[in-house]
């Protein structure tokens, strides 16, 4: 989940390099903390929160695969 | 055991929950086809149930197998082909494919993935395995792919095309839907004399629904509201 997440920031972001994801994995929700530069940040989030949401969708339909479940934390 | 069920719930997601406590199976050990979408129906009509054929996967079709036989340079860490971007001729289509063929494989779905171009779109369609998984509620899971595949290859700013994921038909297929949904709406407004509210949709919805009854001369169609809470409202003209 940590590399999917990293690789749409990465594609989406003017500075891939800087972009930082970890995982805090547990029983059955994970916690995905994604870390960009701050003019980036925009970037990752969207207008409206749309692209944020977008990755959320995403990651959660990749997580029901595995019938788990994984929460996108971006932050500053 | 039988070969196959098939299973009517609300939405898809519970049709399929349902399918994996009636075999005790988790889903990736079951063939999952999709019979019929569900609507949550719009002002009580038209509610259509989600209709799901659900079957055992056979053991020899190792559902490991065909991520296995993905080249491994594909689900490694490829460096995101930013340089490329810069440079004139980049094809465009090549590019966005190589992306969304990369999200698919670290979610778990390698799945190949076919290009047709026009002068005005690009269409990507990926080869699903049938189960929707990819579509999601709604198509929100192909949609979210689609935006993020756009808003990665526009970033620059340059003039470039517009790129439409497509799986299973579902572009076509909803189309449809939405098509005769218009018109269902739209024979209502004149009926009843009064306009009619469809639920909120996406620009994309919306256009299908104006450009539906853009013919019909009894009828105006508008849209009202904000962002994601756009709706249209179907108008019966004054005269008729």
Do not use: W
């Amino acid at each position: 989940m940590k590399e999917l997440i990293k690789y749409i920031a990465q594609a989406l972001v003017d500075h891939p390099e800087q972009v930082d994801v970890s995982e805090v994995i547990g029983e059955q929700t994970s916690v995905i903390e994604l870390r960009v530069t701050k003019d980036d940040l925009g970037k990752v989030i969207g207008k409206q929160g749309k692209t944020a949401k977008a990755m959320r969708t995403i990651l959660s339909a990749a997580s029901s695969k595995l019938n788990k479940r994984a929460v996108l934390e971006i932050i500053e | 055991m039988k070969d196959f069920m098939e299973i009517e719930a609300k939405t898809i997601d519970e049709a399929i929950e349902k399918a994996c406590r009636e075999y005790a199976l988790p889903r990736e050990k079951l063939n999952i086809e999709i019979i019929s979408e569900g609507s949550g129906g719009f002002l009580g009509i038209l509610s259509k149930r989600a209709k799901i054929r659900a079957s055992v996967l056979s053991i020899d079709m190792d559902i490991s197998g065909p991520f296995h036989e993905m080249p491994r340079s594909v689900s490694k860490d490829i460096p995101v082909e930013t340089q490329d971007v810069n440079d004139i001729d980049i094809d465009m289509a090549e590019t966005s494919r190589k992306m969304i063929e990369g999200i698919l494989s670290r979610m778990g779905f390698p799945f190949p993935v076919s290009i047709k171009e026009s002068d005005e779109y690009i269409l990507l369609n990926i080869k699903g395995d049938g189960s929707g998984i990819l579509i999601g509620k709604g198509g929100q899971t192909l949609d979210a792919l689609q935006y993020i595949v756009n808003k990665a290859l526009n970033k620059n700013g340059k003039e470039r095309k517009r790129i439409i994921l497509d799986t299973e038909n579902y572009r076509e297929k909803r189309e449809k839907s939405l098509v005769t949904l218009a018109r269902k709406l739209g024979e209502k407004a004149k009926r009843i004399k009064k306009p009619v509210t469809v639920n909120p949709m996406n620009a994309h919805d919306r256009r299908i629904i104006h450009l539906a009854l853009q013919n019909d001369k009894e009828l105006v169609t508008k849209s009202k509201g904000e962002g994601a809470f756009r709706k249209i409202i179907i108008v019966p003209n004054k005269k008729g």
